[in-house]
């Protein structure tokens, strides 16, 4: 038998982060622990905040399967019976940690991935122009992550632009324009040298991405959470974003990322907030992603013991007194 526990905790932010209809001060975050024969294995999830996803939530999705846990749940069998989204995401995490150490094998040696270090994005989040350009000049990073609504995008990245004229940056505007405004902006956001726009229309408002031809490569995030949407989004974006919490764990997150390269789409790694428990598995995403957006645990006011390491925008690879 395992001992499982669930714990909910709350994690401040350093300052407040803004993205299109939402700020936050702090995440929530679901931690789960389960303990075998002497191994511990550790989890979290924050989960899918615009699908509805609380702290509450993921804690009642998980007690439903304390006792199938406590039983031997493998992972196969929790993709199952629990859907898609923090409280899976946080198990399933766990069950890889636990796996590691009751075999004595590293993720590394599980999964057959190589690791090694790689480039965060670090995050502006929404503010005034002046306020942006500002951020981005403290950044220690070579890829700056830029969140716009539809409230003056263009001068804001043109600030931000100006403040860092060294950087790779990609947009995220999380459903905040209509697509009138993509194709009035994407042509002057390829003149700055931007890489990429991400999710640019509402989920289940983007149709019209279908025949359309972006002077900039366009990414889906709320519009792909899993396999079962990444061939509606490979008619509409040329990249797909992978989030732990969107696919309820590392299990799906790395067959999501399979099939996606196979169909041809670009990857990139990211996140819905959360300690370095939260980022490590998904620095096992980022090695076969071309963009990387892993910078979660920063803008936390503190974090966990042994976390991950940052330094120069690189992300390394997880202790595994930490995870995995």
């Known amino acids: 038998m395992r001992d499982v ?15 299109t209809g939402h700020t936050f001060t702090e995440a929530f975050i679901l931690t789960v622990i389960l303990k075998q024969d002497g191994a511990i294995g550790r989890g979290e999830g ?43 995401n946080a198990i399933d995490c766990a069950l890889w940690d636990l796996e590691a150490k009751q075999s004595d094998q590293t993720i590394w040696e599980l999964t057959g991935i190589k690791p090694s270090g790689v480039i965060t994005v670090n995050t502006v989040g929404i503010g005034t122009p002046e306020e942006m350009a500002q ?19 263009l001068d804001c990245i043109r600030a931000v ?32 040298d931007i890489e990429m ?15 359309y031809s972006s002077p900039v490569p366009l990414c889906a995030d709320e519009s792909c959470l899993d396999r079962s949407e990444v061939e509606q989004a490979s008619r509409r974006y040329q990249m797909i974003n992978i989030k732990l919490d969107k696919t ?37 995403i980022a090695q076969m992603c071309r ?8 803008l936390l006011s503190k974090d966990r013991e042994n976390p991950m ?15 995995g």
């Open 5 to 19: 526990s669930f714990s909910l905790s709350s994690w401040p932010t350093k300052a407040p982060f803004s993205i």
């Open 291 to 298: 963009y990387v957006d892993l910078d979660g645990a920063v």
């Open 161 to 192: 632009r100006a403040a860092r004229p060294d950087a790779e940056i990609v947009v995220d505007v999380n459903q905040g324009w209509t697509f009138e405004q993509l194709k009035a902006l994407a042509p002057k956001f390829k003149a700055l």
């Open 248 to 284: 309820g764990g590392l299990t799906e997150a790395m067959a999501l990322a399979h099939k996606a390269k196979v169909m041809g789409l670009g990857l990139m790694v990211g996140n819905m907030l959360g300690t370095s428990l939260a980022m490590a598995p998904g620095f096992v």
């Open 135 to 153: 951020t981005a000049t403290l950044l220690d990073t070579p890829r700056i992550k830029v969140k716009l609504d539809g409230e003056r995008p």
């Open 197 to 211: 726009i991400e999710q640019p229309l509402a989920r289940g408002g983007d149709a019209d991405l279908e025949g």
């Open 46 to 88: 924050t989960g899918v905040y615009y699908l509805g996803e609380t702290g509450d939530t993921m804690l009642a999705q998980a007690e439903t399967i304390r006792h199938d846990l406590a039983a031997g749940l493998t992972r196969d069998h929790l993709q199952k019976i629990l859907p898609a989204g923090g409280a899976r």
């Open 309 to 323: 390491r940052y330094a120069g925008g690189v992300v390394s690879s997880p202790m595994r007194n930490l995870w």
